[in-house]
């Protein structure tokens, strides 16, 4: 591991994303996502994922001249179509537009067809919860793990993600819902490292903690085996219900992961009890959580985002960590010799 | 088991609400869901529970006088306060206050204090998708269960209902955030039966099948680890900023569970794409999901709520299943010599 500057490292994503064409604000908030995702520590969706991203722009798969546009709007609810555009552009907006519509009517969602991968979908909730909102989103994607009682991959992982702002530092939970989001599992199968508890079936149909073996036979474990395959089929359900777009199994006759549907919501928290009594509240909430006993004396309880928020500060203070030999392709990639 | 027609089941359960007092609409009201849930093979929430939800207002520790009240509005989103009043009626009636708030809005949210167990979750999410609403509601409860990482229970466990509409037969997802809520935990001990998976530790802090080692011990596991844990801790946190009303450490330090914080959000599904698109919709995804191979050729993989579907069709058909002594004991449940 090497430790680059912040700037950096969004400066060289940039210059990567120029080359191929694509050079404005929308490019540099592409730039700055993937490096913040970086710097926060998820490194299943940093680096390791901007060189297939490129691809995408690259082969025209992802059209980064589109913007998306709404189509239907119902008061606090609209629908909007991004003409498979850029994921993490579309994202970003639909958030924006479900926090504006959460301030004319204090809660708002947006259904989003027709887009692309969001990466981390940590950031969006984030973003909501930076301006003051409670933040919800999650996307469908194609499909990445059998149902439960079920050895064919049919449904999505579909992760969500929600946070709760605070200025101390939001609470933030960004989950898939198979054990071990597909990111996570190609990140530990790279370092060679064993996943901490079971994450889904080796060929054999043994459980395992190789995150390679579970690659190989698409069995990945669904959270809470019933629960979280049920959760994953009712979300991608309601995506494509809110959004009108495309569910799973639509998704799964392409030849690959495009054009999926996603849902925004924001509740405008502060107008509902301003910043000073929210903060009051949720610190309560966490100093008594961070009072249970841990198992492991060493390691206090954590709640989620707050590993998180560890890391990023050492990235700021030390630099962002990044694997060498993708650092090393990221200054490599599309210089003119 | 006896199997006994809904109705009588009915009769009997509004007998005994009468006679301490509680004869009205909204008794009639309490006494079908109890039924209901019964009749859809919830024993974990039927008649198993209704003795202590007699006792709660016999003692006047729920007052069925009280009527839930809204308290503050911000288009379409409002605040009620349900008055420390029945569960089952508050929740019922904010069910139904979110749906006119999706109506009017697209989306409606309410936000609940101070109401009491509202029993099945499930039961207000398909409100909602009765009237062809996605329904979405989720309730904190006092400290059930350790979150990751802890031996000490901290947290609720929280349940979460979804509904999404569908003339055929809605899908209904009702997950508590331990793998297995309390209510079945109790309903196993009783029936002497094992859990399919562990369910959590026994006191030696062992994984056990023993559904009465962790009603012991108290450590329920959350549902896929860490997430459970982190998503337990949202909703509790979620609940009491819209509802501006109790969290899970405020709750524990009463003597007993009450005064809870509870959400519910309607989306207007059906004016989003009209019934007979939404069918179509719906019917593909779970047509597609069908088509997976199961792992045991005798059994098919099932969607959230179709078990319960078959359940309510055979209560319907042939009766509903009660446990002779609980039915027994409902029917002298306050008899006048």
Known sequence: MKRVPFQTLSDQLYRVLASVGFADERALLCARLFAENQRDGVYSHGLNRF??????????????????????????????????????????CCMQRAMALAEAHGIGCVGLSNTNHWMRGGTYALQAAEAGYIGICWTNTTTLMPPWGSTEKKIGNNPMALAVPRTEGHILLDMAMSQYSNGKLEVLKLQGKQLPLPGGYDSDGNLTLEPGEILDSERPLPVGYWKGSGLALVLDAMAAIISGG??????????????VSQVYIAIDATRLMGQAA??????AILADFHTAKPLDENEGVRYPGEGMLRTRRESLEKGVSVDEKQWQALLEMHTMP
Not at 51 to 63: A, H, Q, S, T, W
Not at 73 to 86: Q, T
Request: proline share 3%.
């Open 51 to 92: 060189p297939g991203f490129v691809e995408g722009l690259r082969n025209k798969k992802i059209d980064f001249h589109a913007m998306p546009e709404k189509t239907e709007s119902f008061g606090a609810l609209e629908r909007w179509n991004g003409k498979m555009g850029v994921g993490l552009v579309n994202a970003q």
């Open 246 to 259: 495309q569910s799973t199994h639509n998704i799964a006759q392409q030849d690959s992961e495009y054009a």
């Open 278 to 283: 929210l903060d009051e509240m949720v610190a």
